[in-house]
């Protein structure tokens, strides 16, 4: 099992909509998460981070932890075609893990016109 | 302010060579941490350095070492080259290993 796993892709999502992207992670104990977005050639980009159960929202994006589940996910509301790209999901652990992302294997997200 | 700075941006080398990478980190962080990204993954961890010490080591072979310089800069040096070391290789500063923000990338291509 991968410590990080995240939704099989690619998901393609009409220009406007909500994209949604999901994360499970298997260490309990990681205590932050973060979500990078990677366009093609490039490198990750920090998008937000979240470390205590709930919602967090900044502008167009929400994340949402659930430590009893396990489980993260991104919303991206009134998706634009600048948004297609690869979605990243990390989790870092604490004490001498601190500062060590394990990333998943990315989630590719389109959005189309 | 500058952001993580790389260098070089793109790399050839024949196996059994030996390769050092750069990195500058963002203003005011003092933790370096190196990952290595092979095409449609996610990056994988090799090390974190802070104080110019190795604070922690993913699954990578001894043939990736590394050094933290006093003003927070790092190397990431791979000796033997292989095929399979092909992959674009990041590193992301922060702060006390908070948040971290990632560099450009070096792409190594190994021939």
């Known amino acids: 099992q991968k410590e990080v796993e995240q939704n099989s892709g690619p998901l393609s999502v009409p220009e406007g909509a909500i994209a949604s992207l999901n994360c499970t992670y298997s260490?309990?104990?990681?205590?932050?998460f973060f979500w990078y977005r990677q366009y093609s050639g490039k490198s990750p980009e920090l998008i937000m981070f979240i470390y205590s159960n709930g919602d967090k929202e900044d502008g167009r994006f929400t994340a949402q932890l659930n430590k009893a589940s396990q489980y993260v996910s991104l919303l991206i509301r009134d998706s634009q075609p600048s948004d297609s790209a690869t979605y990243l999901c990390a989790a870092t652990a604490g004490g001498t893990s601190y500062g060590k992302l394990t990333f998943g294997q990315g989630t590719i997200l389109t959005v189309h016109p | 302010d500058a952001g993580v700075t790389q260098s070089p941006t793109h790399l050839i080398k024949t196996r059994g060579q030996q390769v050092t990478l750069r990195c500058s980190p963002k203003s005011g962080h003092d933790t370096v941490s190196w990952y290595q990204q092979a095409l449609g993954q996610g990056p994988q961890f090799i090390f974190q350095y802070y104080e110019e010490e190795e604070r922690q080591r993913g699954n990578f072979p001894d043939r990736f070492s590394g050094h933290q310089f006093p003003n927070y800069s790092s190397e990431l040096n791979v000796n033997a080259l292989l095929l399979g070391d092909s992959a674009l290789y990041l590193c992301?500063?922060?702060?006390?290993?908070?948040?971290?923000?990632f560099g450009q990338g070096t792409r190594l291509t190994v021939v």
């Open positions: 260490d309990r104990g990681s205590q932050s």
């Open positions: 992301a500063s922060s702060l006390w290993g908070l948040e971290a923000f």
